[in-house]
């Protein structure tokens, strides 16, 4: 069972290859095999969305998805959201609207907005709400996130 | 599969059996993707041929395909409500089928309208009624080595609408307390109630079919007192326990509430089919 498997994909543009037993999640790759801590572990079970990425443009949990299963897909994790230009205007809005306390949650609202902004420049709150159900957070009450992804959709909307 | 016998289980979204094995719940020495078949992956509709819904198409891409929404919207109001954006980006109906939960979300919808289960085995192919699949909390009818490959429903009738909805105490993410799940086809008067179907979530060890509940209203009148007269036909139907999500009492209130609303929604679009 211990075997390792030998995966290839692409993360935030490159071309990663890596080696993972079956049973470990795409959560525990990113974060343990690659180093890549950026994405968050909360919940381990689908139910916070600390976790998320998206795969072939889909937002899903990473907690939820196995390693082995990034062969041959394209995975954008909140390591590849901002640009070397500088921040994305998501992550700008968050610290402008003080988005955030502990930090736990935000990666995983950065990338869920993203995925909705990117589809969705106009989403108004209701949507924002709806769309961000998945993603739970612990400090913030949640108004000022909700706030700093529909300054980020004015941005992107480019006024 | 059929190698390791109980020892190995199918993996569509992996949004329940991944939490599943990490839970203990069970030991298995082999996990299968079975969303690399094309069959399971298949998702094709037509006014003429009705919904062919590959096992393990995943819930968004049942919601955003502007045909499903079309010809049947009773299925894209379930799909659209299990767990938040992530999990349906993952998560299929063939496996909230198969993981045969009581409060599974999607299965009185598909009991609804009349979905059938294509499955295949060792034995080969066979299909069987949805409204048979589930047979105790967490079993279904199938035997080991068995896969659900797809889901198949009949073109909507004509003047014919349904609607699932659940009653959670949160706004979304949650499990439903109870869920009722309506088909209805209305005569060529578009007054009259031809024939229905009432399915109910988690009220009783499996989703409930509650043939009564729908036959009685062949004839009626599509109006208040014709849906009261189902919903208490639905609550007799409903055998809850009372756990930490609510009591029995409550459900089969619940059973009964949800019935009278799902019938209203799916006889107002069927007004408009
Ligand atoms: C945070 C969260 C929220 C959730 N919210 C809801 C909700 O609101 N409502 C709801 O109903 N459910 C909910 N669920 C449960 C789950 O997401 C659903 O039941 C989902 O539809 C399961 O689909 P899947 O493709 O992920 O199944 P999997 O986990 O891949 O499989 C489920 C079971 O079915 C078997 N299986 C799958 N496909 C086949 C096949 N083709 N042939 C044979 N066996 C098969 C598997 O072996 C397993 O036992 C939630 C889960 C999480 C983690
Ligand atoms: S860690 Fe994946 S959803 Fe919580
Ligand atoms: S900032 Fe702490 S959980 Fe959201």
Redo the contacts with the bound molecule.
Sequence with gaps: MSEKIHVRTQINGSDVDFLCENRQSLLEVLRDVLDMTGTKEGCN???CGACTVIVDGTLIDSC?MLGVEAQGKSITTIEGVASPDGLHPIQQAFLENAALQCGICTPGFIVAAKALLEREPDADEGRIRHWLA?NLCRCTGYDKIVRAVLDAGQTMRGN | MAEKGSRA????????????LRGGRFKIDRLVD?KGVPE?NQLSCSTAEGLTLG??V??YRIYEDQTIQKMYPGLVDAAF????IQ?QG???????L??A?P????IPALIALGAICVIEGPKGRRTLPVEDFCVAPGKNA?EDG????ALQFPPPAPRSGAHYLRFIPRNE????VAGSGVSVVLDEDRQHIKSARISLAAVGPTPIFAREAGDLLAGKEANEESFEAAAEAAKAAARPITDMRGTIKQRVHLSGVLTKRALRKAVARAKEA
């Design positions: 079970d689908g139910n939820l998945g | 289980r199918a993996m569509a979204g992996g949004t329940d059996i991944l939490v599943q079975i399971m096992a393990a995943p819930c409500i299990i767990g938040g999990i993952r998560a299929s109906v063939g496996g909230n198969c993981n939960s409060s599974g979300d999607t199938m068995e896969l659900l490959v993410m949650d499990i439903a």
